[in-house]
């Protein structure tokens, strides 16, 4: 899961007060576009006449920058444990608003234009993503490797694993209802806390919606923070931790049916198949994909009830129904009985050799005992020990909520 994210932060004077809206903005030496995105953010407050106030959270910046954001009329407050997340969630905790709208503070997003955002806030929406696919990208906003594969690539992940309605997963401005989104215990310390929030207010069913959004060219003259190999994995990194069913049940189940099927189909003889024979070696790889896939769901179930058990996910009866029916001894007792079928094949495989007086056997003919009877042995034992296993996850602990 996500590294933990602890800020130590003094926030004993950093409540929500009576302001409506906290612009924030994480900064880590934007010198060049810092006064230029405050003064924008401050001519909406006053323009639009709702009480606000703009936020610095600056994760260690060296050139000044807090100067120039005090200087602008800007509240900073520094976030000394490092990383985009860290900045953004040390900023949210810091705001005295009860809606927040984040923004890079690199001049590529237009301050000056909140409206959208506020407007569907006040309707009730917890969760107010910007959409540049929507709004537009200008001419050098975006590189090409982001605007055609990193983006689409992992918003369609992101759609498709959590049904998210967002089209634009990683938009860099959004609102959002402060207290809901603190609700959802975000940890990730990097850039995929922007997928982390779209994902948690998903799977927790808070009130989703998106805007337009125009991006446009940094003002900057340094290069960009962000490394599109290593945060683009990052970014799917979470997603697959997040989705069990995605990385370990849907996998886990295609190579089970794919290998029992298999199986069935060769044991009795091999076969061929427009002018391919295949035969034990295939068997063996049937066989080694019944085993991973009853592995890969096995996982699945305990990466799950440990989901629930964090608080990483919601609660889920239907599914601890099923899991409370898979008893301790339930599962010994599948177990074994897989066991008895492994050495009742494996009888038959050592009668076959004693017939031939302990001598050559036929590797065709032996195997399709042998193989069948080594992937049952393997089953039990991982029956049994998965049953072992989500009995210690059973456990109660007093210090983990929700107890399921």
Known sequence: MPDTLIVPLDLTDTAPGPCE?????????????????????LGYLERSGVTGEVLIADNGSTDGSQAIATAAGARVVPIPAKGYGSALLGGIQAARGMFVIMGDSDDSYDFSDLDAFVTRLREGHALVMGNRFKGGIKPGAM?????????????????????????????????????????????????????????????????????????????????????????????LRFLLLFSPSWLFLYPGIALMAA??????????????????????????????????????????????????????????????????????????????????????LAILAVSAWTRAAFGDLTPELTMRLVIPSGTCILLAFQTAYGAFFLSVLEIPSGRRTPQI
Not at 162 to 182: E, Y
Request: aromatic share 10%; hydrophobic share 45%; with cysteine.
């Open 143 to 235: 590189p090409p490797l982001h605007r055609y594969l990193g983006n689409p690539v992992l918003t369609t992940i992101g759609r498709v694993f959590f049904r998210s309605p967002c089209g634009d997963f990683h938009c860099g401005l959004r609102g959002f209802d402060r207290a809901a989104i603190l609700g959802l215990d975000l940890q990730a310390p990097g850039m995929e806390f922007a997928s982390e929030m779209v994902v948690k207010a998903t799977i927790h069913g808070l009130k989703i919606t998106e805007v337009p959004t125009t991006l446009s060219p940094d003002g900057r003259t340094r290069p960009p923070h962000l490394r599109s190999w290593r945060d683009g994995w990052r970014h």
């Open 259 to 344: 290998g029992v099927g298999t199986m069935a189909w060769l044991l009795p003889a091999p076969r061929s198949l427009d002018g391919v024979t295949f035969g034990i070696h295939t068997l063996f790889y049937a066989s080694l994909a019944v085993a991973v896939g009853f592995d890969s769901s096995l996982f699945y179930v305990f990466a799950r009830l440990y989901g629930m058990r964090t608080g990483l996910v919601p609660l889920d009866e239907r599914f601890l129904r099923v899991t409370r029916m898979i008893t301790l001894e339930a599962g010994l007792l599948a177990g074994l009985m897989l066991l008895l079928l492994g050495f009742a």
């Open 21 to 41: 809206l906290t612009i924030l903005m994480p900064c880590l030496n934007e010198a060049e576009t810092l006064a230029v995105c405050i003064a924008k953010a």
